[in-house]
């Protein structure tokens, strides 16, 4: 059989194409990766594990003809293809929607239509919007972004349409940060990693040190993939955090593993960013634990920035 990873050239895809076939559930099953190159990482399909099969389908999923040819004879979806950076989709709402909806619920009805076992879909805290309160999966959602719109209508609409034939887990994922083949770096970890390395200041504005995200070092958000197709497939949504984390613990670990790095605080004309926390104990009570920290996440950040460190 095959396993299919959309988007397996991006930054968690490009990990996650690794470690399938090291995965006990998965051995000796083709692992067939689907990615359109709207961001052009075609050295996430250099070194891949030499072992094991691998299939690529160059294809957009808002085409039927390409979720066809990816979807013949799979029995499970890793669905990760998305337009993913926040900001980026208030200036393409809608392709955002296309994209994170539209075609994210395609992709599943054709998955059910091809006999597909367990469908494991990628989603995102960021459905929660800002607040003061501990949130768990049934928390009222209030999205602030075209992505978190998009990606929660496509999850609710993939929960309204299972009916146990297909397994269906979504993964609310925390801020992912860490080192992969696909990098990326638009996210807070990362990014402030990249500055330290190039011997940037890091700006922090005053008032925001103390602010909480949930954060989610990128091989946990892989071990919780792979975890959820053997194990859940329930029609349910599930938080996946390594850590709640203050902007300042972010802060410590660089200054901890870029030593010589220069922290600079300015004052924000307007700070309307609320922390929030998020609550994992749903996943955890299934048997799943994360098992990276923020130090741990940067350290191997600077491992890969050595020479500059």
Known sequence: MTVLVTGGLGYIGSRLIREIPDHPAFSG??????????????HALWDLPSYA???????????????????????????????????????????????????AVDLFKDAREADVDEFVNAVTCSVYGTTEEKIEEGFDCEPESPYGEAKLAAEQEMFELYDGE?????????TVYGWTTGMRFDTVVDKFALLAAMGEPLTVYEGAEDQQRPYLHVQDSVRSMLFAAENLGDGEPYNVVG???????VVDAIVNHFPNVEIGYTEA??????????SDGKIRSEGFETCYTLDQGVEELADKFRAFV
């Open 29 to 42: 099953e083709e692992i067939r990766i689907m990615d359109n190159f709207r961001q052009p990482r075609f």
């Open 166 to 174: 297909v397994g269906l887990t979504g993964l609310r994922l925390g």
């Open 269 to 278: 004309e307007q700070l309307n960013q609320l922390s929030y926390i998020v």
């Open 243 to 249: 850590q709640n984390g203050r902007l300042q613990d």
């Open 53 to 103: 099969d691998y299939d690529f389908v160059e294809g957009d999923i808002r085409d039927a003809e390409d979720r066809a040819e990816a979807l013949e004879g799979v029995d499970t979806v890793f669905h990760l293809a998305a337009i993913t950076n926040a900001p980026e989709t208030f200036d393409i709402p809608e392709k955002t929607w296309e994209v994170n909806h539209e075609a």
